[in-house]
């Protein structure tokens, strides 16, 4: 079943996500719905806040782009990382490293809307998966952009919030810049 995603103001978006405390039928079943519901809209992520449910769950799918590349590192080995795409994360935790790069970034949740936003090039991702258990990996360029993406999802923090003041006004319309809080992402 494709799912509503929630847009702009919905109060969602705003809530950090609960943990999941078990990886039941139910959570299954919302992580399919979600590889559904993403895949439908066309996106390369999609967290469980933008279908109106703070969770701490994502799911990705990232291809290979030419133009905007990305690795994967399991255990320090590079691996090709689409065969294990689409990925559901679950109570993710991030450590970002690496030098700061401004990309350029949508959002199912402000359709239409694009903006440069800058981030650290790697990540290092522990998880749980569906099936239970643990998954630890590296990545770097478009993967750990969006993998960056969606973590900020599940605490309530929007890519309008990273944008800088000259790119909110000069990008985005007024009403979609009113909703954006830097404020969560200093320090953060
Ligand atoms: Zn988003």
């Given amino acids: 079943m494709i799912l509503e995603i929630t847009e702009?103001?919905?109060?969602?978006?705003?809530?950090k996500g609960r943990r999941v405390e078990k990886v039941d039928a139910k959570i299954r079943q919302l992580a399919e719905e979600m590889i559904e519901t993403m895949r439908a809209a066309e996106g390369i992520g999609l967290a469980a806040q933008q279908v109106g449910l703070p969770l701490q769950l994502f799911v990705l799918e990232v291809p290979h782009m030419k133009d905007r590349p990305s690795a994967m590192r399991l255990d320090g080995m590079a691996v090709d990382f689409e065969p294990l795409m689409p990925m559901v994360l679950i109570n993710p935790r991030i450590e970002t490293?690496?030098?700061?790069?401004?990309g350029n970034e949508g959002c199912l949740s402000f359709p239409g809307l694009r903006g440069d936003v800058p981030r650290p090039f790697s990540v290092r991702v522990k998880a749980q998966t569906l099936s239970g258990d643990e998954i630890e990996f590296e990545a770097d360029g478009?993967?750990?952009?969006?993998?960056q993406h969606e973590f900020d999802h599940l605490q309530g923090i929007l890519f309008i919030d990273r944008m800088s003041e000259a790119d909110r006004l000069e990008e985005l319309p007024e009403d979609v810049r009113q909703l954006s809080r830097p404020a969560l992402v200093a320090g953060h």
């Fill in 97 to 102: 490293f690496g030098r700061t790069r401004i």
């Fill in 142 to 147: 478009l993967l750990a952009r969006a993998v």
């Fill in 8 to 15: 702009h103001d919905h109060p969602a978006l705003r809530t």
